[in-house]
Nanobody
């Protein structure tokens, strides 16, 4: 089973930046679609960004709410995917999860493997 571990969360002021990392086992980054989701308490988990595997074209997708502010970077050799976040807003506050699947897209149930999450809190 693929293991994913997120890191880099923390507390930041609105307008600030954070970079999250998702480290994967088993050379998962290169062979899988990797996505970031987030979930605030009491809310559904929502899609944030994805970097799809090179064999399927390597497409990058962002949710409209983060487009222009977040950047997903994939390092296949190191089995790490980063989510670089800038101009953070209080509404970005959530637990952020990375997910992997041989062929995932934008929905939670399309991903077989999940990390445990890292908390991002943005204060006003």
């Amino acid at each position: 089973q693929i293991q994913l571990i997120e890191s880099g969360g923390g507390l930041v002021q609105a307008g600030g930046s954070l970079s999250l990392a998702c480290a994967a086992s088993g050379n998962a980054v290169g062979g899988h679609d990797i996505a970031w989701f987030r979930q605030a308490p009491g809310k559904e988990r929502e899609f944030v960004a994805a970097k799809f595997r090179n064999s399927s074209g390597g497409k990058i997708k962002y949710a409209d709410s983060v487009k222009g502010r977040f950047n997903i970077v994939r390092d296949n050799a190191m089995n790490v995917v980063y989510l670089q976040m800038t101009n953070l807003k209080p509404e970005d506050t959530a637990a952020y999860y990375c997910a992997a699947d041989p062929n995932g897209q934008y929905f939670v149930d399309e991903y077989d493997y999940w990390g445990q999450g890292t908390q991002v809190t943005v204060s006003s």
